[in-house]
């Protein structure tokens, strides 16, 4: 199987959308590789395994799925067929049972991870100064401006709800750990991969590497694809 006949579904966390994936959309075209990035909803947790669900029901298999941050709980709900190999970055995976809180809480906060709280709403938004000081400190300025102006809040019961069995116990996953995370900390990331016995890559890079270093995801999400266009 050649790498034009795979197919990437990226999928974006809290407070981004999908544009945040478009430098990553593009290193992954210059080498072939076909990717979409799927739109979630933020509203609860069984609307975006829907709207992922939604989203792969249009891909042609093979797919591999990528999940950043909240999204690694999402990619490891759906039970699409299509989808051959699961990778994290810088993502949460809770165990059957196991909240996106749980899993978020589990190890001590960075001291300039921003303190979170719904607003009367429902919905947590991320403090414009947390862009710079915790979710994306390498970017630069102007993609600073452009990820504030844009986020999207998350519910609340969102990470509320314990998941089922994750489908990282029967698919081979690649999980790239952030060392410079400030919102998820690099040891809860190194405890969730060791346990899904994924293949770990530990990278000098910030909580959005996504945007701030673009061609250290694209090769990783290449290294799982090619795993498994040679099988």
Same mark, same amino acid.
């Given at each position: &199987?050649?790498?034009?006949? &795979?197919?990437? #579904?990226?999928?974006?966390?809290? /407070?981004?959308?999908?544009?945040?994936?478009?430098?990553?959309?593009?290193?992954?075209a210059a080498h072939g590789v076909s990717a979409v990035?799927?739109?979630?909803r933020l509203t609860s947790f069984a609307d975006d395994v829907a709207a992922l669900d939604r989203t792969l029901e249009r891909i042609e298999p093979p797919v591999v799925l990528?999940?950043?941050?909240?999204?690694?709980?999402v990619i490891g709900s759906v039970r699409d067929e299509k989808v051959k190999a699961l990778v994290y970055i810088a993502a949460l995976a809770p165990d059957e049972g196991e909240t996106v809180g749980d899993v978020f809480y589990r190890d001590a906060a960075h001291p300039k991870a921003p303190t979170l709280a719904p607003d009367r709403h429902g919905l947590i938004w991320l403090p414009d100064d947390a862009?710079?000081?915790?979710?994306?400190?390498?970017?630069?300025?102007?993609?600073?401006t #452009?990820?504030?102006?844009? =986020? =999207?809040?998350? &519910?609340?019961?969102?990470?509320?709800?314990?998941?089922?069995?994750?489908?990282?116990?029967?698919?081979p996953s /690649?999980?790239?750990?952030?060392? =410079?995370?400030? &919102?998820?900390n690099p040891a809860t990331q190194h405890f969730m991969a060791s346990?899904?016995?994924a293949q770990v890559r530990s990278?000098? #890079?910030?909580?959005?590497?996504?945007?701030?270093?673009?061609e250290v995801v694209t090769a990783f999400v290449l290294e799982a694809v090619q795993a498994i266009s040679a099988r």
């Open positions: &199987m050649s790498l034009r006949d &795979m197919k990437v #579904v990226l999928v974006h966390g809290a /407070w981004a959308d999908g544009s945040s994936w478009s430098k990553v959309i593009g290193g992954l990035a799927a739109p979630l990528v999940g950043h941050a909240y999204a690694g709980a862009f710079a000081a915790a979710f994306a400190q390498n970017a630069a300025p102007e993609e600073l #452009v990820l504030a102006a844009v =986020q =999207q809040p998350i &519910m609340v019961s969102c990470i509320g709800v314990a998941v089922g069995r994750p489908l990282w116990n029967e698919r /690649w999980f790239l750990v952030a060392d =410079q995370d400030r &919102m998820i346990r899904m016995g990278c000098a #890079v910030d909580h959005t590497p996504i945007v701030t270093a673009p």
